[in-house]
């Protein structure tokens, strides 16, 4: 239920254009372990690791979406195949130790391929986004036959190969892993599982083997989807367990039991481990703290050449990213924020996403992207921040304008400014402190298929 | 909050879908009443023919205006920049249900349908014998006035109509002293046309009308016309509206006309179709005295009624308008001193300032604008929201939320995102060309910055 719960929150906030799933259902991504590391939202961060000191991996089990895909794409599937004793347990801690250092510094983008909520991002709104606004334009179609303005038609167009490419090569490998032995890939590749894994090593309540009552029939491990069941020796690797109990259901002799420990002595040696686990998190916490600071004839209509993106040499970062810095480090990829731009200004690249204006501008009524950013690498802003914060600043190109390539007046850019930017005197002088960088100049010149305006970004976002 | 209503809206509407189609399936069953089909019969043989007073050709009331012909459905048109995009198929069918009904005027022009109109008008009517229809075509050199390219227009008029005589033959658009000079005097254009005429290939010589009171009283005066086409309707009858240059009203026009018995062609009698859709406290005044006539009859029925009309056009896309209109002149029904009154309170209600629409008539004269916008578009969405309620200029309306929703998504179902009036550059290209002398960029500015208001408030 609760897994169901999640799985489809969190596909609807990477589906859903019009932003109205994310006022309820926004905090499914907030509360998903990478992007809360990233966002130092240590309570989110604390909140996970109780969880899992208290009942192990409930994180992996039910609140990750990639974890939950997994089990739907194996939920047919009767047994696993059981795994060999040791584990590719070096594989496993050697992405878990590259992958940390990526949280500290530029968010990797072999971080970004592991991250397990990411990973799940890119395969909803590349795959399965196309057939959901697909299925809206047809009601969108009816509606208009019906003279409804229920539904509107919604563009649904190619961002960019290599996201697709990516999102493809993701589920089959997540698919073929997950098929063959279930959480395959919690148990080798992923880094919070790995992460949540040492943990849960400690937890106080798990699935417990009663020794004395275990025949070593087999029942258990065949049943397990983490391969985490070593049945001769009737003992549980806790690293990969992720605590889906179906061991304790399919034991025909009732002898594992999902508890807290018995022994006296086994309560105080775990109770000093996990002590020194959590002096360990809060000073990784307040790492994480001090990173966060930063005529001829009528009619007819004349042929558009389509808008091409001009050469910046600053890319531009959404408003509330503070930085490029700060957005380029903490995108996951995880393309939350192009799913909800109505504008279509943030795309995704190979791994980061980016701003650009061929297609739209960043309105000033519009705030979407930082509202739903799970990472804090856009940070929630308001309208009214919007309009002061400059994220880059135009610059004019006077071969390509139409006042002097076509001979004619024009002040749409001028007119068109946000913030008045612009003077027409009479091409278009702008104001670098009164610019924010928001693209309705560049979006709407009419000099195709290079704007004659266009925006470079600023390092630093500021405040104007 | 907005969101929420939104999704309210979508239940409503699968409600709503489920239920008509219930209701279709019902009323599948049920039996036909047969007087209401009586009622939208269309005669083939009742429509009220006028006569030429200067040949005797007996025309029809109703004219076909082959300025608007059926496109290839919409979907396909934004790749069609180039080319023709007129579906020839149901031209065909148009032009034979016409023929068929009575109507045997077709008026067509070079430049009409991004130049394709008379090839397709011809392709139509040369299916039909020469003798059943009258042709009217135009001298539209508003591109190249030079001689040779004004000889050439005319030399493809009758290669494209498939014709060796011109019934009616128009010098095209003029309303002022330079622009006619520029056109017709000094490339000896028109002494050619005279020479046409006496020469028998142009059957009759007139002139389409946008322009001054001085100028038409001067072309009046200083030469011979068998006829004259101008624009009359119940709103441009007495009053002569504010962006239009035409000083002078339909009712003058007319009048002189009539007092030199020359007879009076008729466009525009509905204004692009916005006579069809008037505001809605126009049709309720309408439907209040007749709940079966369409507004568009109306407009018809106040042109026809004028005895000095030969005919009148109207430019119909779909069988229905042809249908309607043939029913209204099938026969003519003068209108009564009441319902005269009743038009008349009518044009004071279109007229008021706060229904006031922009005078755009969709007659395409300013397309292709260079920079890609949908000009008549934008305007048809702009009066059409206006007329039809949906006009969100007030917030303290109730009903001001469901306005603005309908607006802004009507206006991108209707004009593509980069044809709509937040791209005029101003560069003036257009205005030059429209005959109902709108300042179209700054209508444009007006209607973006509603838009603009609009998007903004979340």
């Known amino acids: 239920m609760i897994k169901a719960f999640f799985i489809i929150a969190i596909t609807l906030l990477f589906l859903d254009f019009t932003g109205t799933v994310h006022t309820y259902l926004g905090w499914c991504a907030k509360i998903q372990l990478v992007p809360a590391i990233l966002a130092a939202n240590i309570a989110v961060f604390l909140g996970i690791i109780l969880i899992t000191l208290i009942f192990g991996r409930i994180y992996c089990l039910i609140i ?36 940390i250092p990526s949280l500290f510094f530029a968010f990797a983008p072999l971080a970004v391929l592991l991250d397990p909520y990411s990973a799940y991002g890119r395969i909803a709104s590349q795959l399965l986004g196309p057939v959901y606004k697909w299925a809206n334009n047809l009601f969108a ?128 040696k775990e109770g000093l481990a996990r002590r020194k686990l959590l002096v360990g998190t809060t000073l990784l916490a307040s790492g994480f703290a001090t990173r966060a600071a930063a005529n001829q004839f009528d009619g007819g209509l004349a042929k558009l050449e389509d808008k091409k993106a001009p050469v910046r040499t600053k890319p531009i970062a959404p408003p509330g990213a503070d930085s490029y810095q700060n957005f380029h480090d903490r995108c996951t990829s995880c393309q939350l924020c192009i799913t909800v731009c109505p504008n279509q200004v943030l795309r995704p690249g190979i791994t980061k996403a980016h701003v650009s204006y061929e297609r739209g501008y960043c309105r000033p009524e519009c705030v979407k992207c930082s509202q739903v950013c799970p990472t804090g690498a856009i940070h929630p802003i308001t309208t009214a921040d919007k309009s002061s914060i400059q994220i880059g600043t135009a610059v004019w190109n006077k071969e390509l304008c139409i006042i002097t390539k076509d001979k004619v007046a024009c002040d749409l850019c001028a007119r068109k400014c946000p913030t008045a930017a612009i003077e027409m005197i009479p091409f278009p002088m702008i104001d670098p402190y009164r610019c924010i960088g928001c693209g309705a100049c560049e979006h709407l010149c009419p000099a195709r298929p290079y704007s004659a305006i266009h925006v470079e970004g600023v390092e630093t976002h500021r405040v104007i | 909050m907005e969101e929420i209503s939104n999704s309210m809206d979508r239940r409503d509407f699968i409600k709503l879908v489920g239920a008509g189609a219930a209701l279709a399936a ?33 025309v029809s009331l109703l004219g076909y205006g082959c300025m608007r012909w059926p496109r290839i459905s919409r979907a396909q048109k934004e790749s069609l920049t180039e080319g023709s995009d007129l579906d020839q198929e149901a031209v065909n069918k148009l032009v034979d249900y016409a023929i068929a009904h009575g109507v045997n005027f077709f008026d067509t022009s070079p430049r009409y349908c991004k130049g394709f109109s008379e090839s397709s008008t011809g392709i139509a009517l040369s299916r039909h014998p020469r003798d059943k229809y009258f042709i009217s075509t135009k001298m539209s050199n508003q591109g190249n006035p030079s001689r040779e390219e004004s000889l050439n227009i005319y030399k493809r008029s009758f290669e494209n109509l498939r014709v060796d005589y011109m019934d009616y033959y128009l010098v095209h658009n003029v309303g002022n002293h330079k622009n006619f000079k520029e056109r017709y005097i000094d490339n000896g254009i028109l002494d050619f046309m005279m020479k046409e005429r006496e020469a028998g290939r142009i059957r009759s ?110 430019g119909m896309t779909f069988v229905e308008h042809l249908q309607d209109n043939i029913r209204t002149y099938s026969p003519l029904a003068p209108l009564t001193e009441n319902e005269s009154a009743m038009l008349n309170q009518v044009a004071q209600i279109v007229l008021a300032p706060e229904n006031r629409n922009i005078n755009c008539t969709t007659c395409q004269y300013c ?92």
């Open chain 1, 64 to 99: 990750c979406p990639l974890g939950i895909l997994q089990d739907i794409i194996s939920i047919k599937k009767r047994f696993f195949y059981r795994p060999p004793r040791k584990p590719l347990i070096v594989l496993r801690y050697a992405l878990l130790a590259a992958f």
């Open chain 1, 141 to 268: 179609y009816f509606a208009e036959s019906a003279g409804s303005y229920a539904f509107y038609s919604v563009d649904v167009w190619l961002k960019g190969i290599a996201p697709l490419v990516l999102a493809i090569v993701t589920l089959i490998a997540v698919g073929i892993s997950a098929w063959k032995s279930g959480r395959g890939y919690c148990n080798t590749i992923c880094p919070a599982g790995a992460f949540l894994g040492l943990l849960s090593k400690f937890s106080v309540i798990k699935p417990r083997i009663d020794k004395e009552k275990c025949k070593h029939c087999g029942m258990c491990a065949k049943n397990c989807k983490a391969a985490c069941i070593d049945t001769t020796r009737a003992e549980i690797d806790y690293l990969r367990c992720i605590t889906c109990l179906k061991c304790t259901k399919s034991c025909p002799l009732g002898a594992i039991k999902y508890a807290p420990p018995t022994g006296a002595d086994k309560l105080s």
């Open chain 2, 26 to 58: 019902l009323s599948g069953c049920g039996t036909q009443e047969k007087s209401s089909a009586k009622q939208l019969e269309v005669p083939t043989d009742k429509m009220t023919y006028r006569i030429d007073p200067k040949n005797g050709n007996k």
């Open chain 2, 205 to 314: 010589l007139g002139w389409s009308f946008h322009g001054d009171g001085e100028f038409f009283d001067y072309l009046m005066s200083e030469y011979q016309w068998d006829f004259v086409l101008i624009q009359l309707n119940y709103l441009d009858w007495s009053n002569v509206v504010e962006s239009n240059r035409t000083s002078v009203s339909a009712r003058h026009q007319y009048e002189v006309l009539a007092e030199k018995n020359i007879p009076a062609m008729i466009m525009e009698p509905l204004l692009g179709g916005r006579l069809a859709m008037p505001h809605y406290k126009a049709r309720t005044m309408m439907a209040q005295t007749d709940p079966n006539a369409s507004a568009a009859s109306w407009a018809f029925r106040f042109a026809g009624s004028l005895p000095n009309v030969l005919t009148v056009l109207s």
């Open chain 2, 367 to 458: 397309m292709p604008c260079p920079y890609g916008l949908d000009i008549p578009e934008i305007f048809t969405h702009f009066n059409r929201s206006l007329n039809e309620g949906n006009f969100p200029d007030n917030k303290q309306d109730a009903d001001y939320r469901r306005a603005r929703r309908a607006f802004l998504v009507g206006q991108d179902r209707k004009i593509s995102p980069i044809r709509q009036a937040n791209r005029c550059t101003g560069c003036q290209i257009c205005r030059k060309n429209c005959p109902q002398n709108i300042n179209i960029p700054q209508e444009m500015q007006r209607i973006d910055k509603f838009t603009e208001t609009l998007k903004i408030d979340v």
